[in-house]
């Protein structure tokens, strides 16, 4: 399984200098480079290399260097096109997916830009690296991390690596390779999962993650957005910027301790856990303006993705069910009516009269779900022999 693993780049003045100038020059090529491949129907990256190699060497890039920008380009207009046959851009002749075909992709000066195994040289113990710049070979620069992202650094990197500048610091994203654990493909029930924006995650052992703090700091960012947005000056945009960052990282961080809580209780119990696909919530939802801001922008997608990997490293089953009727639907008689949802921390069941915390409820129907799929998946389809 691969993860990517971020160390710091601590380098000295004259290095930065050399590193973020060799950014600018990497993103200003693949800018040309975008602006060729639109302008000739995007070709596939071999010709797109026959039309744009000699003028990056001319330009001052290495074989290499040239060779990772191109692909770089090719890339992200193979994500466009995914996105854009997948749907997630709108339906033809909406106004984002018309906005994204009508221009060539660009690439922000301080973008990531791919190295290799020629480019970049990684010595663990005295924790530094050799990378090439457009300035020459600059080495001897020190990284730091983490001790944990740095055994994993050590044993199980493999492949390329990205240098990043963000707010004026610079990072490097290594690719590791490192081993799944057996699958647990007997498990002794499931762990149900339901997910929400009052509680982020509720699981069917009763265990309420409350996202209040969450909920509590967007609210604060959104009110200083809207004051920084109407001011408009050139330094509140810029702030506009490192504290959307800055929001992304809280949110990213809150996932990865939940998903972390969540994987370890179904390890702990020998159980399998199961998720709501909930993929495409924000196409199907249909709310109010106020409950919109919550929903788009709290990352479901990423918290399913994060418990998905750790639950692969430990070797602890998961699943995707419909998420359809979870919250209407009775746990103990399995009775469903719309009007089962008293309110949003209320369950009363219609038929059998049970009172129950709406989101324990679900997240009891999620894990019935799962164990079911689960059991179906395992069934063998062949016939039996006459």
Request: net charge positive; glycine share 6%; hydrophobic share 35%.
């Amino acid at each position: 399984m691969k993860i990517v693993v971020q160390v710091k780049v601590l380098p000295t003045a004259e290095q930065a200098v050399a590193m973020r100038s060799t950014l600018r020059a990497c993103n200003d090529a693949a800018n040309w480079v975008s602006q060729v491949a639109f302008d000739r129907g995007f070709p596939r990256e071999y010709k797109l290399r026959k039309h744009t190699y000699s003028e990056l060497k001319a330009r001052g890039l290495g074989a290499q260097s040239a060779q990772h920008v191109i692909k770089k380009v090719r890339d992200a207009y193979t994500t466009l096109h995914a996105n854009i046959k997948a749907g997630n851009l709108g339906k033809s002749g909406s106004k984002r997916r018309v906005k994204a075909e009508a221009k060539p992709i660009t690439f922000r000066s301080e973008a990531a830009q791919p190295y290799d195994e020629r480019c970049l040289t990684w010595q663990y113990d005295a924790e530094t690296v050799s990378i090439w710049t457009t300035a020459g070979r600059l080495k001897g620069v020190r990284f730091i991390g983490s001790a944990d992202h740095l055994k994993t650094l050590r044993e199980y990197r493999k492949g390329e690596s990205d240098l990043v500048e963000r707010d004026g610091e610079f990072y490097l994203l290594a690719t590791c390779e490192i081993p799944e654990a057996d699958l647990n493909d007997d498990p002794a029930g499931f762990l149900g999962v339901d997910l929400g924006i009052v509680n982020i995650a509720t699981t069917s052992d009763g265990n309420v993650l409350a996202g209040r703090r969450l909920n509590r700091y967007r609210a604060r960012q959104a009110d200083l957005r809207a004051k920084l947005q109407k001011k408009g000056t050139q330094s509140a945009k810029r702030l506009l910027k490192r504290r959307a960052r800055r929001e992304w990282r809280f949110a990213a961080d809150t996932n990865h301790v939940i998903s972390k809580r969540i994987v370890a209780e179904a390890e702990r119990t020998s159980r399998g856990i199961a998720l709501e696909d909930l993929g495409g919530i924000r196409m199907r939802a249909r709310l109010r303006k106020p409950q919109r801001v919550a929903v788009h922008s709290w990352a479901f997608a990423q918290l399913g993705q994060f418990l998905a990997y750790k639950a692969r490293r430990a070797g602890v089953p998961l699943v995707f069910v419909d998420p359809a009727y979870t919250s209407q639907t009775c746990s103990e008689c399995q009775y469903t009516h719309k009007r089962n949802r008293a309110s949003q921390a209320r369950f009363q069941c219609r038929s059998c009269g049970v009172v129950a915390h709406a989101d324990l409820n679900a997240s009891r129907n999620i894990a019935r779900k799962g164990e079911a799929a689960w059991t179906a998946g395992r069934e063998s389809r062949v016939p039996a022999p006459a």
